[in-house]
């Protein structure tokens, strides 16, 4: 079966960094477009990136860029949200999806439960 688990989140101050992980099984991360989502308090939900299928291809919200990396680790079925130069803007609870095509603009058909990551002082 489909499952995915997001780890990696924690308190943080401003300006440090963290790497989120994304570990999936019941299938090959390669194959298909994958996302971050994220949702701070009191809002709704957010695309910040993603990662084309077959391909190192990506793209961020403009919120992130130059902040955060998404990759994979295609030997380990694992994919990563490296995020930089942290701000409290961007605390949330962080959540990995799977989508049903290699292109970006599939829609998700499974999630994980996310991980929260908090940025304060």
């Known amino acids: 079966e489909v499952q995915i688990v997001e780890s990696g989140g924690g308190l943080v101050q401003p300006g440090g960094s963290l790497r989120l992980s994304c570990s999936a099984s019941?299938?090959?991360?390669?194959?298909?477009?994958m996302k971050w989502v994220r949702q701070a308090p009191g809002k709704g939900l957010e695309w910040i990136s993603s990662?084309?299928?077959?391909?190192?291809?990506?793209n961020y919200v403009d919120s992130v860029k130059g902040r955060f990396t998404i990759s994979r680790d295609n030997a380990r079925n694992i994919m990563y949200l490296e995020m930089n130069s942290l701000k409290p803007e961007d605390t949330a609870v962080y959540y990995c999806?799977?989508?049903?095509?290699?292109?970006?603009?599939?829609?998700?058909?499974?999630w994980g439960q996310g991980t929260r990551v908090t940025v304060s002082s």
């Open positions: 019941g299938f090959t991360i390669s194959t298909y477009a």
């Open positions: 999806a799977k989508t049903g095509g290699v292109s970006t603009y599939e829609s998700c058909d499974y």
């Open positions: 990662i084309y299928g077959g391909s190192t291809t990506a």
